[in-house]
C-alpha cells in the first residue's frame, strides 16, 4: 500500500553531518506519524527520532541537540538532519512510517562515520 524509498546515507567524518531522506509513494491518506530507526551490527533496532501527524517530534537522548527530524507534508516525505555524527552513529537507518495502524518501513540506508 505504502512504499518508502530511504536516500542521503553515506560515509562521513566524525563532526561532519549527513541528511536523510524518505519519501513515501502508493496509497496514502493521511498525513501520518513517521520515524528513524537504526541498527548496529549486534544491536537491537533503536528509535532515532519521530514525528507525529500533529509535528511533535520526540529523540533518543543519544542523539537530542544533533539530529533534527521535519517532513514535508505536501512531498510525503520525512528528514533526519545528522550534525555532530560520532562513531556510534554507525548504523543502518530505517524509515517508518504508520498508516491505519500498519507499519511500513524503508529499505534501511547505510551511515558510516570514520573516527
Known amino acids: 500500500q505504502v512504499q518508502l524509498v530511504e536516500s542521503g546515507g553515506g560515509l562521513v567524518q566524525a563532526g561532519g553531518s549527513l541528511r536523510l531522506s524518505c519519501a513515501a509513494s502508493?496509497?496514502?491518506?493521511?498525513?501520518?506519524?513517521m520515524g528513524w530507526y537504526r541498527q548496529a551490527p549486534g544491536k537491537q533496532r533503536e528509535l532515532v527520532a519521530a514525528?507525529?501527524?500533529?509535528?511533535?517530534?520526540n529523540y533518543a537522548d543519544s542523539v537530542k541537540g544533533r539530529f533534527t527530524i521535519s517532513r514535508d507534508n505536501a512531498k510525503n516525505t520525512v528528514y533526519l538532519q545528522m550534525n555532530s555524527l560520532k562513531p556510534e552513529d554507525t548504523a543502518v537507518y530505517y524509515c517508518l512510517h504508520i498508516q491505519f495502524g500498519y507499519n511500513y518501513w524503508g529499505q534501511g540506508t547505510q551511515v558510516t562515520v570514520s573516527s
Open positions: 514525528i507525529t501527524s500533529g509535528g511533535s517530534t
Open positions: 502508493g496509497r496514502i491518506f493521511s498525513i501520518n506519524d
